[in-house]
């Protein structure tokens, strides 16, 4: 499978989409300002108790107290905390564990006002990004997380990914890991890393260590509540998670990020690190890509099935769950054994679609898919096996039921982060009041131009929905012509598909934006 990544910088808004042979399957966000995001190590302070939850709630400076479950504590909450006020108390003068006091282990079935008070201050990381009324979701039990690695303070277990089948790769690795990691760290393999050099999993032992040395050094002359620890930025950390041989491109249109990308491959991959392209053109880049295209699309509450003559989702969000049923169209009818085979392909094409939707709006908590219904047994295990393999591509925690007798089947996925809403629907702009009309919209940007070419020598690029771009370059004696034999100047028009109808921008060659207007 091919893999692109997609990263757009605008406005203080990083986008990142991940293509899939062409498909747009992950499109994360994420502002300059997000102070929360999963990962993130901070010290903060017990604001209140709620003994009936078995929980506490935390502040780390948002305007949403953090929770913290009593299970999210973590049998060496303990040590954790003498480790935080030794640091504080400048008693721990150095980040090594190494001959640290490990305390006692809590209780997993205690209660939280046995073990924490209000005005206690604790370690803590990011599990769970901020959504709606929610703060953040967060857990006393830490965690590093590197490229091949994971670095556990006060763990002293090597533990291996199962995914890893061969067994003399798993003597290898445990070996190799137990010879480098230093003491009063637990260390977890991951996947990506059968098979790599030696040099390659201590480099990223490395990083992990000087990860958590900056952490005691910022726990040290930080104050109460603060972050201590950032997460890599998302371009980094997805190419941390998603990074194989798959990926054939990885362009960005913000030339410091992509230094930092083939910086950051120049450590995992220096083979690969020409993979990483600077996109420079005046036609943005999710345009390019045909990001902003898939993405009007796939959103919405009824989403076509690619290559299913008609068949599509109707995707439902309530309160308790979502539910998505599988329509077939008008191109199945129940009888003979050629339409069972067809329900049966197009419940694999839909089961594709709904693997991909999941991932791209990142959809949580409980997921109800009504397929189309299967008599025969073989069948409905076939779709499940298919159902599992496309979901194995999801890095987000799930589950997936065997079909029920009424041939429903229940997938539970973890979210972290708020899900995805993008609205395909636009005002109807005749629907009520008044709206400048479209030929004065026109007889407008043209004066903008001619004022605009009054000071500007280099080109104009002028950005419309895709309707106005069709209506502006329409003929030989377009508008976009008049305006060149009138101003002696050619405007260079650029459809975009995430306008509305009477948007428009109008940009100098340097990309800079010189007018506009928006309906």
């Not at 108790?49 to 009593?70: C, E, R």
């Not at 008070?117 to 990004?129: F, G, N, P, Y």
């Not at 490229?147 to 003597?171: H, M, Q, W």
């Not at 990020?257 to 995992?268: D, T």
């Amino acid at each position: 499978m091919k893999k692109e990544l997609i990263v757009s910088y605008e406005d203080d808004l990083t986008k990142i989409a991940l293509l899939e042979d062409g498909r747009l399957c992950e499109l994360h966000e994420e502002e300059d300002k997000n102070d929360f995001v999963v990962g993130d190590l901070f010290i903060g302070k017990v604001k209140k108790l709620a003994p009936n939850l078995n929980a506490a709630f935390v502040n780390i400076g948002y305007d949403k107290d953090a929770f913290l479950h009593y299970q999210d504590l973590g049998p060496q909450y303990l040590t954790y905390r003498k480790f935080l006020k030794d640091s504080v108390s400048k008693k721990q003068t150095s980040s090594s564990l190494k001959n640290f006091e490990i305390q006692p282990e809590i209780d997993k079935n205690g209660t939280v006002d046995k073990i924490i008070a209000k005005d206690d201050i604790v370690l803590l990381q990011i599990t769970k990004e901020p959504i709606s009324t929610k703060g953040p979701r967060i857990s006393t039990q830490i965690s590093l997380t590197g490229r091949f690695l994971v670095l556990i303070p006060f763990d002293n277990k090597v533990s291996i990914s199962k995914k890893i089948g061969s067994s003399e790769e798993k003597v290898r690795l445990r070996t190799l890991i137990n010879s480098i990691k230093p003491e009063g760290f637990g260390v977890i393999i991951r996947t990506v890393a059968e098979g790599k050099k030696v040099a390659d999993l201590h480099n990223d032992m490395n990083q992990l260590i000087q990860k958590w040395e900056n952490t005691f050094k910022n726990i040290q002359k930080n104050k109460v509540p603060s972050k201590v620890l950032s997460e890599d930025d998302k371009a980094s950390s997805i190419l941390r998670d998603n990074f194989n041989q798959d990926f054939v491109n990885i362009i960005c249109d913000d030339e410091q990020m992509v230094n930092e990308m083939k910086n950051y491959l120049e450590v995992i991959a220096p083979e690969r690190k020409n993979i990483v392209q600077f996109y420079d053109s005046h036609i943005p880049l999710l345009e390019y890509y045909n990001v902003e295209k898939q993405l009007k699309q796939s959103f919405g509450k009824h989403v076509n099935i690619p290559s299913s003559k008609g068949a599509y989702l109707v995707i439902e969000h309530t309160e308790a769950l979502h539910v998505i049923d599988v329509n077939s169209g008008n191109n199945i009818t129940a009888g003979n054994t050629a339409n069972k085979e067809h329900a049966l392909n197009v419940n694999k094409m839909a089961a594709t679609e709904i693997a991909r939707q999941l991932r791209l709006r990142d959809m949580g908590g409980i997921i109800v898919v009504d397929f189309i219904d299967m008599t025969n047994p073989d069948h409905r295990k076939d779709l499940y096996e298919h159902f599992r393999t496309e979901m194995s591509r999801d890095k987000a925690r799930h589950k997936i039921l065997p079909p029920s007798k009424f041939g429903l089947i229940q997938i539970t996925r973890q979210r972290n982060r708020p899900e995805k809403q993008i609205d395909t629907k636009e005002e109807n702009p005749n629907k009520d009041g008044e709206i400048v009309a479209p030929i004065v919209i026109v007889e407008r940007m043209g004066e903008t131009i001619r004022n605009i070419m009054q000071k500007e020598k280099g080109k104009l690029f002028l950005h419309v929905h895709p309707f106005v771009e069709a209506y502006l370059t329409k003929g030989m004696k377009s508008i976009q012509m008049k305006w060149f034999l009138k101003y002696k100047k050619w405007v260079t028009i650029i459809p975009r598909d995430s306008f509305r109808y009477l948007e428009y921008k109008i940009y100098n060659s340097k990309k800079e934006e010189l007018s506009g207007y928006s309906n």
